[in-house]
T-cell receptor, first 112, second 114 residues
């Protein structure tokens, strides 16, 4: 059975801290790995990763995939209160229609 | 640019009542469409997906059904709601045959069954 496991499940930090969120996956016919940020409503897309070792970066957020270890990390530097959210990781299976297998998410709280 | 709409935003329904949630996508043709449910403390669970009009695949057996009467319209229905149907329902779309699986989500419907 396909599964994605995220850790930690929750994290509380202070503004300015750097955080690393972890995602491990066991997904048949793996195609890509996605990161989303979910605040109060819909998840918003952050990164799509397909190749090992290539970092994707957007401002203070960055992510990298390790296909050998079947894992990915999401780094956030100089955290701000606006980074408080649930961060979701999803593995994409290749098929007639790509399907996403989501982890349960990491709830990040950034305190001022 | 593409936009995805869902309505209603919130819904409170009694057990045993019917359900109809609607999702529409603008700005793209022949998208893949998806219905997810997110229960409290759990991840997103894929319920249905569709690769074209009238083509529905079910991922989880349950008392819900889905239909795609038009290219960019996706409907989630139930004849009789159960308490366990409560949750946050999200519709998503992706480009058919491309985007390496990236899906974009609508604003969601929060359903409470009492």
């Amino acid at each position: 059975e396909d599964k994605v496991v995220q850790s930690p499940l929750s994290l509380v930090v202070h503004e300015g801290d750097t955080v690393t969120l972890n995602c491990s996956y066991e997904v048949t016919n793996f195609r890509s790995l996605l990161w989303y940020k979910q605040e109060k409503k819909a998840p918003t897309f952050l990164f799509m990763l397909t190749s090992s070792g290539i970092e994707k970066k957007s401002g203070r957020l960055s992510s990298i995939l390790d296909k050998k270890e079947l894992s990915s990390i999401l780094n956030i530097t100089a955290t701000q209160t606006g980074d408080s959210a649930i961060y979701l990781c999803a593995g994409v299976t290749q098929g007639g229609s790509e399907k996403l297998v989501f982890g349960k998410g990491t709830k990040l709280t950034v305190n001022p | 640019s593409q936009t995805i709409h869902q309505w209603p935003a919130t819904l409170v329904q009694p057990v045993g009542s019917p359900l109809s949630l609607e999702c529409t996508v603008e700005g793209t043709s022949n998208p893949n469409l998806y219905w997810y449910r997110q229960a409290a403390g759990r991840g997103l669970q894929l319920l249905f997906y569709s690769v074209g009009i009238g083509q529905i695949s079910s991922e989880v057996p349950q008392n819900l059904s889905a239909s795609r009467p038009q290219d960019r319209q996706f409907i989630l229905s139930s004849k009789k709601l159960l308490l366990s149907d409560s949750g946050f329902y999200l519709c998503a779309w992706s480009l058919a045959g491309g985007s390496l699986g990236t899906q974009y989500f609508g604003p969601g419907t929060r359903l409470t069954v009492l």
